[in-house]
C-alpha cells in the first residue's frame, strides 16, 4: 500500500494537464484529478482590454512525499516551472490519523513545518472571487485561481420539490509565511466572512513549491499564475 503523505498540486494553462499526469505517471504516481480553473491576471494592461482571467488546469495528486519530492524536480526540469508562466506546483502534507487496538484516534504529531509558503482557500457565493482577490491584491497577494464549484447546503426558502444548489466560486492563493495574516485577514474584513452565509476561508501549510519563491534563482513567482 502507498503511504499517502501529501497532495501535490500543479497548475497549468489549460490543456496541458494531461501532460504533466503523464509525466508524472512516468515518476510512480498512481492518477490524479483535473480540475478547470481561471487565474487571475494582475497585469492593467489587459484588464483595460478587459482580459482579467485566463484558463487554467488544476492537477491533483496524492502522493508519499518521497514521491512528491520526485514530482517537483522532474516536472520542474522537464516543464520549466521556473520559467514565467510555465506553471506552478506546490504540496500540502497530511497528518495522518493512527488508531491503536484500544486507544482513541490520535494525529500523527511527526510533521513539524516551518512554511515558508501558505495556501489560503477562500469559498464564497459565485460572483464575489473578484471582490476576495481585489482584497487579497491590496493586502500584498500576487494573483489566484478560481475554481466554480457547488454548494451542499439547502436553501431556508426552498420550495419542493426543487432544491436549488448554490454556485460556489473557490479562490487559491499563494503567500508567503510573512504576507499570509494580513492577507487573511483583510478579505475576512472586506467580504464580512464572520457573518453566517458570507462564505468561509482557511489557511493550510505549503511544504514545497516550485516557481512560487520570489529569489530569482530558478523559481520566480510568488502568486497563482
Same mark, same amino acid.
Given at each position: 500500500?502507498?503511504?499517502?503523505?501529501?497532495?501535490?498540486?500543479?497548475?497549468?494553462?489549460?490543456?496541458?494537464?494531461?501532460?504533466?499526469?503523464?509525466? +508524472?505517471? *512516468?515518476?510512480?504516481?498512481?492518477?490524479?484529478?483535473?480540475? /478547470?480553473? @481561471?487565474?487571475?491576471?494582475? $497585469? &492593467?494592461?489587459?484588464?483595460?482590454?478587459?482580459?482579467?482571467?485566463?484558463?487554467?488546469?488544476?492537477?491533483?495528486?496524492? +502522493?508519499? *512525499?518521497?514521491?512528491?519530492?520526485?514530482?517537483?524536480?522532474? /516536472?520542474? @526540469?522537464?516543464?520549466?516551472? $521556473? &520559467?514565467?508562466?510555465?506553471?506552478?506546483?506546490?504540496?500540502?502534507?497530511?497528518?495522518?490519523?493512527?488508531?491503536?487496538?484500544?486507544?482513541?484516534?490520535?494525529?500523527?504529531?511527526?510533521?513539524?513545518?516551518?512554511?515558508?509558503?501558505?495556501?489560503?482557500?477562500?469559498?464564497?457565493?459565485?460572483?464575489?472571487?473578484?471582490?476576495?482577490?481585489?482584497?487579497?491584491?491590496?493586502?500584498?497577494?500576487?494573483?489566484?485561481?478560481?475554481?466554480?464549484?457547488?454548494?451542499?447546503?439547502?436553501?431556508?426558502?426552498?420550495?419542493?420539490?426543487?432544491?436549488?444548489?448554490?454556485?460556489?466560486?473557490?479562490?487559491?492563493?499563494?503567500?508567503?509565511?510573512?504576507?499570509?495574516?494580513?492577507?487573511?485577514?483583510?478579505?475576512?474584513?472586506?467580504?464580512?466572512?464572520?457573518?453566517?452565509?458570507?462564505?468561509?476561508?482557511?489557511?493550510?501549510?505549503?511544504?514545497?513549491?516550485?516557481?512560487?519563491?520570489?529569489?530569482?534563482?530558478?523559481?520566480?513567482?510568488?502568486?497563482?499564475?
Amino acid at each position: 500500500m502507498v503511504n499517502i503523505d501529501t497532495l501535490f498540486f500543479s497548475i497549468v494553462d489549460r490543456g496541458k494537464a494531461n501532460a504533466v499526469l503523464h509525466k +508524472a505517471q *512516468e515518476c510512480g504516481a498512481k492518477g490524479g484529478t483535473i480540475l /478547470l480553473g @481561471e487565474g487571475t491576471v494582475p $497585469s &492593467k494592461l489587459l484588464e483595460n482590454l478587459g482580459v482579467t482571467e485566463v484558463h487554467k488546469e488544476i492537477l491533483v495528486i496524492s +502522493a508519499s *512525499e518521497e514521491l512528491s519530492n520526485t514530482l517537483h524536480d522532474t /516536472l520542474n @526540469e522537464a516543464f520549466l516551472f $521556473s &520559467k514565467r508562466n510555465k506553471g506552478i506546483a506546490f504540496t500540502i502534507p497530511f497528518k495522518r490519523w493512527q488508531k491503536k487496538s484500544s486507544e482513541p484516534e490520535t494525529i500523527n504529531s511527526s510533521y513539524n513545518i516551518d512554511s515558508s509558503h501558505y495556501c489560503i482557500i477562500v469559498v464564497v457565493d459565485k460572483g464575489r472571487s473578484k471582490e476576495c482577490v481585489k482584497s487579497a491584491r491590496a493586502a500584498g497577494a500576487k494573483g489566484g485561481t478560481l475554481i466554480h464549484g457547488r454548494g451542499a447546503g439547502i436553501p431556508t426558502n426552498f420550495y419542493f420539490p426543487l432544491v436549488i444548489e448554490p454556485q460556489k466560486d473557490i479562490v487559491m492563493i499563494i503567500t508567503t509565511r510573512d504576507k499570509v495574516s494580513t492577507i487573511r485577514e483583510r478579505i475576512f474584513s472586506d467580504l464580512e466572512l464572520g457573518k453566517p452565509g458570507h462564505g468561509i476561508l482557511f489557511t493550510l501549510p505549503i511544504s514545497r513549491t516550485s516557481g512560487l519563491s520570489e529569489n530569482g534563482s530558478g523559481e520566480s513567482k510568488e502568486g497563482l499564475p
